[in-house]
């Protein structure tokens, strides 16, 4: 039994060893590694050099991401938000398709913790990059989830802007009412808090523009001189673009030249955000596919290690099974022996060979008819005192067991057990306990109703003992 125990332990050990030891966590050196990267990434940002800090994020992911269900909630969201700003680099140089892709990863994994704030600001920049691409039907569906959470957060600046993703997408639908008048609702609700709206009379006026209100844009997109004065982005040169085109068609050569002025600008602005496009798309590209070969590699091992873990639990199930299997057979082969010697030392008993003498002698011939003829053959208190004692002692207690487990047995009831034991008939039990025949055989019934069984009670006795 110390060898079974054993083994078992073994088995609970190697299964816990197998479940606990995730090969996704990473030491606290290489997630303090991981944050300094992503911290100087985000100082980039906030000094809007894309380009320096992109790489920080790649590398941030690089050193923590790794099988999804083998990373804690802590290591989880941190490569959430390192794929966040991915998507919001590719974002700044209208990478769309991979920043779409960044903010799903994003998305995938803050689902997985489930960072309602986190996964609300990512829904917000992907409805916005998939409106970007026209691709109505995705924006609609993740619109639809991130509504119902900002009617739960108290954020003005975020109720905005799903308003306006809202507008977007009534735009992208073609419904230009219903588009400009969710636009105007909120440079109204900015203007009532005293907030500047130049930038949201811009960006109307821009979708004004490709619509079939065009003419009436012009007085929006105006506010390009106020909210970016001389300085050219990308933006203030596409609007000067737009401008143009709106003076040409009125004649007005001075303020088309004028906007001209801004285009070279626009033109070399527009040069370098594609330039710049293409260097961090092939930087993605390399880091995905490192990324994927680290994660396959994992995934390789992962099932590798399962594939050992299974065939040792197997070995050892195995070496349990074998070794149960033959401490039962040395135990049965014990039990056989024991029940052997037991009938033995029964059957040599003083009670046992008296009784057996005592009918071979006196009463060769005793029948179901005869039994009361035989009055000097029935046994004494004392002899079946010695009869149930000549049992316990060759069978382990097993008369004390039956009448412990049986407590609906009378000491009669118990007598005739012992005598059927010794394989006589019901006429011989019957004379030896001086009873008539009938009466014995209602006695051998409602024993064996008691024991439940159908079998005959000598039979169902030796059972017992085997």
């Not at 197998?18 to 940002?45: D, H, I, P, W």
């Amino acid at each position: 039994m110390n060898t079974i125990r054993n083994i078992f332990c073994c088995l609970v050990l190697l299964a816990f060893f197998s479940c606990a030891n995730k090969m996704g966590r990473v030491s606290a050196e290489t997630m303090e590694q991981a944050q300094s990267e992503y911290k100087s990434g985000f100082e980039c940002l906030q000094e809007e050099d894309l380009n320096e800090a992109f790489p920080h994020f790649l590398n941030a992911a690089s050193l923590t991401e790794m099988l999804p269900e083998d990373m804690d909630d802590e290591q989880t969201l941190f490569v959430s938000r390192a794929y966040y700003q991915m998507g919001y680099v590719f974002g700044g140089t209208m990478e769309n398709d991979l920043e779409v892709e960044a903010y799903k990863r994003a998305c995938d994994y803050q689902e997985a913790v489930h960072d309602t704030v986190w996964l609300m600001r990512t829904w917000e920049q992907l409805v916005g990059a998939l409106q970007s691409m026209m691709e109505n039907d995705s924006a609609q569906y993740y619109l639809d989830k991130l509504v119902p959470l900002v009617d739960s957060v108290a954020d003005f600046d975020t109720y905005l802007r799903v308003c306006r993703l809202v507008s977007n997408q009534y735009y992208d639908q073609k419904q230009y009412d219903a588009a400009f008048a969710e636009e105007s609702r909120i440079i109204a609700m900015k203007a009532h808090r005293g907030l500047e709206t130049k930038r949201d009379s811009l960006s109307l006026g821009i979708n004004m523009f490709f619509s079939p209100m065009k003419k009436a844009s012009k007085p929006y997109l105006l506010k390009v001189l106020d909210v970016y004065a001389d300085t050219i982005t990308l933006e203030s040169g596409a609007v000067m673009s737009l401008l143009s085109q709106l003076y040409e068609e009125e004649g007005n050569a001075d303020s088309v030249a004028f906007c001209n002025r801004f285009l070279p600008k626009y033109a070399q602005a527009e040069s370098d955000r594609v330039s710049d496009g293409i260097l961090l798309a092939k930087q993605y590209a390399q880091f995905k596919a490192e990324r994927d070969a680290r994660l396959d590699a994992l995934r390789e091992q992962k099932a590798t290690r399962k594939k050992t873990t299974f065939w040792l639990c197997s070995g050892l199930a195995f070496l349990l099974l074998a070794v149960v299997i033959a401490a039962i057979v040395k135990r049965k082969k014990k039990h056989q022996a024991s029940y052997a010697a037991g009938w033995a030392q029964f059957e040599k008993s003083d009670i046992f060979v008296r009784i057996r003498e005592r009918l071979a002698a006196d009463a060769p011939k005793i029948s179901s008819k005869n039994v009361e003829d035989f009055p000097q053959l029935a046994l004494s208190q004392a002899d079946f005192g010695a009869l149930k004692d000549a049992v316990d002692a060759a069978f382990g207690g097993f008369v004390s067991r039956l009448a412990a487990n049986h407590p609906d047995l009378s000491p009669a009831d118990i007598n005739a057990c012992c005598l059927a034991l010794m394989g006589l008939s019901h006429a011989e039990m019957a004379v030896l306990q001086g009873v008539k025949y009938n009466s014995f055989t209602n006695r051998i019934t409602k024993i064996k109703k008691v024991l439940g069984t159908d079998e005959s009670l000598s039979d169902y006795l030796k059972n017992m003992l085997r």
